[in-house]
Structures are given as structure tokens and as C-alpha cells.
């Protein structure tokens, strides 16, 4: 079609991708466009702003490379991978999710270790954290032989893979679930740390006056065939930033579970899992 005004444009491009033959593309494309002209609108978008946002999705790939993607980080920061994760889980979206973003720094092959075992595998200063969880059905049965990936930050706030003075690995496993669901490990309790900020995420958060840290937290990624693959963190209770997340991940159900003891903390949480299809992410850095 030949346009004579603004609001044609949204016609024709619908019209242009009519013959989309994979209909669940044509779904998302045609829903795209139509909120996509329909967000220029409302903003008036001006040609300068237009400029603006290419610059900031060229600076997307830019800043992206094999230990760092800067897309998934712009992503975490509008909300958009906890909506899109809190959409697929908790019964699609119905009940309260049990699930979290996976973040950018789950490594595919983190050392097995056996049940009860530490993961600090290099000199970590920090308070004791003793985990005993288990991993259940909906119907509260235990769900024995489930892989569990666990990974987290030290008490500095620094992921083994951003910090030369930690072992490769450190802070990062592979466990069993045994007869009862029930596994075990014993690390150091870890800290909050700031997102990345070197790229075009940083200098957005910096516009919009937003600090750039996450609350402290330990991530856990449960795998089983013939259930969902149950990708979560759990929040230290009391953080001060467990408010303001900058990537909002922290919901109600994840926070606790973790105590003061005697000489450290401890971590104790029921991971319910839902049916559904095992498979796992592919991982954001080697
Ligand atoms: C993380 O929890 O590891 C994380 C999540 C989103 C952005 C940066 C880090
Ligand atoms: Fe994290």
C-alpha cells in the first residue's frame, strides 16, 4: 500500500508480514509492531531519541562477548527476564513462582561434589553457611537423583570467574539428591554485589539514578527428567537491598531460609518442583 499519513504505517507493515508462514511468529511480530508504533506514539518519539535507542541496542552487541552479554543484562534491569520467567512458571503464571532469573554467571560443569561437602575450594574469609535442602514434588514427595547446580558470589561480592584471587570453580558445585531429596553443602554465606556497569546498561541505570546492586543471594539450578528445570536463588533475609534489586529477582517465596547459628548461618529450604520438560539454558559464559 501507498502511505498518505502517520497511522497507515502500522497497516502496512501488518499487511507486509501477513504471510508469515510459522504462525506463533506472525503472533509475536504482528503484537510487536503494533506496541511498538503504538509506544512511538505515546511518546511522540523525536528523530534524536530514535538515534539515541539505536545507539543503545548497537551498544547491546558492542559490549557483549563470551563473558559478558550486555542484552541479557538490559533485559534484567527492565524487569523483562523476571516477567518473562514469572510467566512460565508457578503454573504459568498463576500461582507464586518458586523460580529466579539464572543471572549471567551459571557455568555449565561446576565440580560434583558429594552430599555435605564445601565448595570453597580456595582461601574464602567469610561467616560458615551450612545448606540442608531437599527437593520435592508438588504433592510434597522428595524427589530423589536430582542434579543440583549451586553457584554464588563470596562475602566480597565477587564470582570466582570475575576475581583472579579465587580457584576456578570456587564457590560453585554439582550435587545429588539422595533417597529422601535431600542434599547438602557447606560454603560461606555470600555478599550483594553490583551488576555490570561498563557498558550502555551502566550508563542507563546512572541516567535513570538507579544504584546498580543485587541483594546478597545463592543461585541453584535442579534438573530432573520429567520435571520443569527449576532455575531459583534464595535471598539472605534483611539485605538492604532486597527492595530495590536492580534486576528485580527477589520475590516473596525466595527470601529466608537462611538463619544465624551458632558459629554461622544456615541455609534450609524445600525446592518444589513442577512437571514439565527437563532441559537446561545454554550457558552465558563458558
Ligand atoms: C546474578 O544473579 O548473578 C545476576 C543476575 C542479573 C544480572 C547480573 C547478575
Ligand atoms: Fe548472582
Redesign the pocket.
Known amino acids: 500500500m501507498i502511505i498518505e499519513r502517520q497511522e497507515q504505517v502500522t497497516e502496512a507493515v501488518l499487511a507486509a508480514m501477513a504471510g508469515t508462514p510459522d504462525p506463533r511468529l506472525a503472533e509475536i511480530m504482528t503484537a510487536f509492531v503494533r506496541h511498538l508504533h503504538a509506544f512511538a506514539r505515546e511518546v511522540r518519539l523525536t528523530e534524536a531519541e530514535w538515534e539515541k535507542a539505536i545507539e543503545f541496542v548497537v551498544g547491546l552487541g558492542q559490549f557483549t562477548n563470551d563473558t559478558h552479554n550486555e542484552a541479557v ?1 538490559a533485559s ?1 534491569a527492565v524487569g523483562f527476564s523476571t516477567l518473562v520467567c514469572l510467566l512460565n512458571n508457578g503454573n504459568a503464571g498463576n500461582s507464586e513462582a518458586a523460580s529466579a ?1 539464572l ?3 551459571w557455568r555449565m560443569n561446576s565440580p560434583r561434589t558429594e552430599n555435605g561437602g564445601s565448595i570453597v575450594r580456595s582461601p574464602t574469609p567469610g561467616d560458615e553457611l551450612v545448606a540442608t535442602c531437599r527437593v520435592l514434588d508438588g504433592t510434597g514427595q522428595p524427589i530423589a537423583g536430582a542434579e543440583v547446580d549451586v553457584w554464588q558470589a563470596s562475602p566480597v561480592g565477587m564470582y570466582e570467574n570475575q576475581d583472579d584471587s579465587q580457584a576456578d570453580m570456587n564457590l560453585r558445585g554439582k550435587f545429588t539428591t539422595d533417597a529422601d531429596g535431600r542434599f547438602a553443602f557447606r560454603s560461606v554465606k555470600p555478599a550483594g554485589y553490583p ?1 555490570p556497569v561498563h557498558g550502555v546498561v551502566g550508563k542507563l541505570l546512572a541516567a535513570q539514578n538507579r544504584h546498580p546492586f ?1 541483594p546478597a ?1 545463592v ?1 541453584f539450578l535442579i534438573y530432573k527428567p520429567g520435571f520443569k528445570t527449576l532455575i531459583t ?1 534464595i535471598f539472605v533475609p534483611g539485605d538492604e537491598y532486597l527492595e530495590t534489586d536492580v ?1 528485580f ?1 527477589v520475590t516473596k517465596a525466595l527470601i529466608g531460609g537462611i538463619d544465624r547459628a551458632a558459629d554461622g548461618y544456615t541455609l534450609n529450604y524445600d525446592f518444589v518442583m513442577e512437571p514439565g520438560e527437563a532441559v537446561l539454558p545454554v550457558p552465558p559464559i563458558k
Open positions: 543484562l534484567d532469573l543471572g549471567p554467571f551488576v543485587r543471594h543461585h536463588q534486576v529477582g
